[in-house]
């Protein structure tokens, strides 16, 4: 049996095809029949590109609906999507398409010279919401496309999630693994043919493209489709919609949006947050507002979503749920023994969704996934009373601000190598908006006259915008440990208190 995820989108698809998939709030509605034939029209381009199954295709567009039907036909015609963020610049750029070896590179007319000269071996097309070389290679081409069949533990994408070292690692997702976890979702959170998403969340990301996508197809549903959350904006159309998944940013912005009353978010079923950590507070402040209450769950780029909060149970603030159906979790001491309610441990999960490893890394897929399959999740949490997962904390430096991932060490790297820079370290620091803000504290030679602005200079354009440095704090000397390890902890302490310097 043909386990192309595609093709179980198409089983899922409304009868009248016509229907909207997509709409774009005063533009165009998109409907299924008119993403089935582009994606199809696509799939034929990069086919006569020389894709071939297996091929990878990454992708660095901004959002508009014509990248969900170039995600769609990667799909149809068996290759491999690689989602890159849309903030990541030459450095970043230059690493993954080394590493992942595209067939086929589809940017933006801005970025096209960059691409191109990084990516001498693939194709590089363009593709906007006006068109692009990709739109005109594919017109005149066929509108139907038969599907590449594919197996079960056959990839349908790489996402790049950053490395403790700075080098990132691609999360191999099969076609299984995503196929599991969406219709584990749909389940969950009772996903139906009348739904409408508010969708405002990036392309690029487990959340936007394979959690809110797939849940919508797999229903039959329709979106709202925003290039980008405005909190005044979405306030505007959520009577118009039914579900809003979002990061903890979007409901602290909409808390802050005098339009955002219980009224606007009466029309609303369900309110998801996920990618990042939901203050109590928060929660609290938007049931206080809505009359209702936030689903928070637990997910990550290697295993889609682990945990929710029940969809007609009780929510818990502070808790991500429990497993959702057909994913374990376990929580072990630093014995490697199952811990009891409320003592903090090291988070597994095991299941159809945990990915099958790390590109063209094989010891690191080892490290991260045992013989009997439970994938290390680096996370530290504990179990409630209930059965409810609490996640406490990282056991690495892991930084997640406005609900994307960041390693310190890749900032700490170029920082050191700045001139007059003795070393560095960068940590995350509560912040109201984006849940934790990058900082950065610099030890200077004497005689070197940095300031915050020349290193923040320094950084722009090198990488990409939410990675670059909200502050930076200038110290005498890092806090070490015994064995000379630094501080990060303290520095966190310091600085969340308010201390000029640390």
């Given at each position: 049996?043909?386990?192309?995820?595609?093709?179980?989108?198409?089983?899922?698809?409304?009868?009248?095809?016509?229907?909207?998939?997509?709409?774009?709030?005063?533009?165009?509605?998109?409907?299924?029949?008119?993403?089935?034939?582009?994606?199809?029209?696509?799939a034929?381009?990069?086919?006569?590109?020389?894709?071939?199954?297996?091929?990878r295709?990454?992708?660095?567009?901004?959002?508009?609906?014509?990248?969900?039907?170039?995600?769609?036909?990667?799909?149809?015609?068996?290759?491999?999507?690689?989602?890159?963020?849309?903030a990541?610049?030459?450095?970043?750029?230059?690493?993954?398409f080394?590493?992942a070896?595209?067939?086929?590179?589809?940017?933006?007319?801005?970025?096209?010279?960059?691409?191109?000269?990084?990516?001498r071996?693939a194709?590089?097309?363009?593709?906007?919401?006006?068109?692009?070389?990709?739109?005109?290679?594919?017109?005149?081409?066929?509108?139907?496309?038969?599907?590449?069949?594919?197996?079960?533990?056959?990839?349908?994408?790489?996402?790049?999630?950053s490395?403790?070292?700075?080098?990132?690692?691609?999360?191999?997702?099969?076609?299984?693994?995503?196929?599991?976890?969406?219709?584990?979702l749909?389940?969950?959170?009772?996903?139906?043919?009348?739904?409408?998403?508010l969708?405002?969340?990036?392309v690029?990301?487990?959340?936007?493209?394979?959690?809110a996508?797939?849940?919508?197809?797999?229903?039959?549903?329709?979106?709202?489709?925003?290039?980008?959350?405005?909190?005044?904006?979405?306030?505007?159309?959520?009577?118009?919609?039914?579900?809003?998944?979002?990061?903890?940013?979007?409901?602290?912005?909409?808390?802050?949006?005098?339009?955002?009353?219980?009224?606007?978010?009466a029309?609303?079923?369900?309110?998801?947050?996920?990618?990042?950590?939901?203050?109590?507070?928060?929660?609290?402040?938007?049931?206080?507002?809505?009359?209702?209450?936030?689903?928070?769950?637990?997910?990550?780029?290697e295993?889609?979503?682990n945990?929710?909060?029940?969809?007609?149970?009780?929510?818990?603030a502070?808790?991500?749920?429990p497993?959702?159906p057909?994913?374990?979790?376990?929580?072990?001491?630093?014995?490697?023994?199952?811990?009891?309610?409320?003592?903090?441990?090291a988070?597994?999960?095991r299941?159809?969704?945990?990915?099958?490893?790390?590109?063209?890394?094989?010891?690191?897929?080892?490290?991260?996934?045992?013989?009997?399959?439970?994938?290390?999740t680096?996370?530290?949490?504990?179990?409630?009373?209930?059965?409810?997962?609490?996640?406490?904390?990282r056991?690495?430096?892991?930084?997640?601000?406005?609900?994307?991932n960041?390693?310190?060490?890749?900032?700490?790297?170029?920082?050191?190598?700045?001139?007059?820079?003795?070393?560095s370290a960068?940590v995350?620091?509560?912040?109201?908006?984006?849940?934790?803000?990058?900082?950065?504290?610099?030890?200077?030679?004497d005689?070197?006259?940095?300031t915050?602005?020349?290193?923040?200079?320094?950084?722009?354009?090198?990488i990409?915008?939410?990675?670059?440095?909200?502050r930076?704090?200038?110290?005498?000397?890092?806090?070490?440990?015994?064995?000379?390890?630094?501080?990060?902890n303290?520095?966190?302490?310091?600085?969340?208190?308010?201390?000029?310097?640390?």
């Open positions: 049996m043909d386990a192309n995820l595609y093709t179980l989108f198409e089983r899922h698809f409304p009868d009248e095809r016509s229907q909207p998939c997509l709409v774009v709030p005063g533009g165009a509605a998109i409907g299924y029949d008119a993403l089935d034939r582009l994606s199809a029209q696509i034929h381009a990069l086919v006569a590109a020389g894709c071939r199954p297996g091929d295709v990454a992708v660095q567009v901004d959002k508009h609906w014509q990248m969900l039907a170039l995600y769609l036909a990667s799909l149809r015609a068996g290759l491999v999507y690689l989602p890159l963020n849309t990541y610049q030459r450095g970043e750029l230059e690493y993954f080394a590493d070896r595209p067939r086929v590179v589809v940017c933006r007319d801005a970025m096209l010279g960059v691409c191109a000269t990084l990516a071996d194709t590089v097309l363009t593709l906007d919401a006006h068109g692009g070389e990709l739109v005109d290679r594919a017109a005149g081409l066929p509108e139907t496309f038969v599907t590449v069949p594919r197996a079960p533990d056959d990839l349908a994408a790489i996402l790049y999630t490395g403790t070292t700075g080098r990132s690692k691609g999360a191999m997702l099969s076609h299984r693994n995503l196929a599991s976890n969406a219709l584990a749909v389940e969950a959170w009772q996903f139906n043919h009348g739904d409408v998403l969708h405002a969340l990036p690029y990301h487990v959340h936007g493209l394979f959690v996508v797939h849940c919508v197809l797999l229903a039959g549903a329709r979106m709202l489709w925003l290039p980008r959350f405005d909190a005044h904006e979405v306030a505007a159309l959520l009577p118009k919609s039914t579900v809003l998944m979002g990061v903890p940013t979007f409901y602290t912005r909409l808390l802050a949006e005098p339009s955002f009353t219980r009224a606007a978010a029309h609303v079923r369900l309110f998801v947050s996920g990618s990042a950590p939901l203050l109590a507070e928060t929660f609290a402040a938007f049931e206080a507002r809505t009359g209702q209450r936030i689903l928070e769950r637990y997910g990550l780029t295993t889609g979503m945990t929710s909060n029940p969809y007609a149970g009780p929510r818990l502070g808790t991500v749920g497993p959702l057909g994913v374990e979790v376990r929580i072990l001491d630093e014995r490697r023994v199952p811990c009891a309610p409320g003592v903090v441990g988070i597994e999960v299941g159809p969704n945990v990915f099958r490893g790390y590109w063209r890394m094989p010891d690191k897929t080892r490290e991260a996934i045992d013989a009997d399959g439970w994938f290390a680096g996370d530290l949490g504990s179990w409630t009373a209930e059965g409810y997962v609490v996640i406490s904390g056991a690495k430096d892991l930084i997640i601000s406005g609900g994307l960041i390693y310190p060490k890749e900032i700490e790297e170029r920082i050191d190598a700045l001139e007059g820079v003795v070393e960068v995350g620091v509560a912040d109201a908006d984006f849940g934790e803000a990058v900082v950065a504290v610099v030890v200077a030679s005689g070197h006259a940095l915050e602005a020349s290193v923040i200079a320094s950084l722009r354009g090198e990409a915008h939410f990675k670059v440095p909200k930076v704090v200038f110290a005498l000397e890092l806090p070490r440990n015994a064995m000379g390890k630094v501080q990060k303290a520095l966190r302490e310091k600085l969340a208190g308010g201390t000029a310097s640390a």
